[in-house]
């Protein structure tokens, strides 16, 4: 697949924080120190050119950019500070905008004042909703439960399924990659590897594997702390296992996100240097997760929370701000396209090696 130069594609990737990649001479250097580069594929180099020369359909077409974990060593290694990893971030997030059939992803990405906006609408339908059950916490807390059953179907159906679609159409379909069901199936097993357990992002930092530790720590106590949340119903439960798995869970995302907000903090990494609104919305907002679904069982644990509605409230838009924009339009969704990209590059390889 071809597509016709477009320089001012550069103007739009700034909008999505891309820095300073046109500064790029084509040295090399970066796919020098790449870990993911081979004799048959140049990581990063391949995207900076593509995306100099705004390659649209080509770059749609690629999982280059998803295969990136961004270990940052050809941001800090590159000697006109073209920034390339943060290119490959940038990419990321245009491509989310380029899946997603509503088209909010971009809106989302591209103006604070939108994303302002659209938190401000979540919280004033959460006390909307609040003040019509008068504000009884056991009314409140039945409907927010079923508000978060529901919700995860609803994204599910009506976002990521038929987003993941249009990812598999520019990724699969287009570019007539020939593969049978077989080839789907064989390469099952990297969707999962690499969704549950990010297998790449340790690949990427051999010497010190505590950035995919605490990563690999945090995909489970989130998607534990959902499931014991929604299908265990944790705020209503009287096992004391479910009631102290729950503590658990939401005290690790909580510590977890904690240490990802101080790193952003610092800048001290280069994927840190030149954090977006999206990035520091997706870490804030997962940490307040984690912290407000502690403090809640915590006051249902100690008799006080008839008395404190308030801190169910604010939970509960913490947690209805994160379900309906932050998962499915901003930038949780990369979990879940990155573990396809991962899925879809597989099935190309093995396309290839049955095509030779």
Partial sequence: MTS??????????????????????????CTAVCSLSTPEESFPREMVRLSSL??????????????????GECTENCPQTANPGELMMSLRRWLTAVYDWTGLSGLLYRSLAFTISALSLVLIGVLVFGNALSFQLTEMMHYGHLFEMYVVFAVLVIIFIPNIARMWNFTILKPKVKANLRIYIKSLPDLFIHMFTQKRAKDCDKEDNFRWLEHFILVLAYLSLLFTTVFLNWFGTNSFFVVVLGYVESFFVFVITTDFV???????????????????????????????????RVFIDTQIIDN?????????????????IIVPFGKWSHFLYRSFGMYFSRIKAESEKRRN
């Fill in 54 to 71: 705004g390659l649209e359909n080509d770059i749609k077409s690629s999982l280059k950019p998803w295969e990136c974990y961004y270990c």
């Fill in 308 to 324: 404190n509605v308030w801190m169910y409230i604010v939970h509960l838009t913490v947690l209805a701000q994160w379900a309906v």
């Fill in 262 to 296: 101080s790193s952003r903090i610092k800048k001290a990494k280069a994927l840190n240097k030149f954090s977006q609104p999206s990035d520091w919305l997706f870490v804030i907002w997962l940490m307040l997760m984690g912290l407000t679904a502690f403090l809640v």
């Fill in 4 to 29: 016709k130069i477009n320089p001012a594609f550069q103007d739009k990737l700034k909008k999505y924080g891309a820095v300073n990649f046109n500064a790029c001479y084509n040295c090399g250097t």
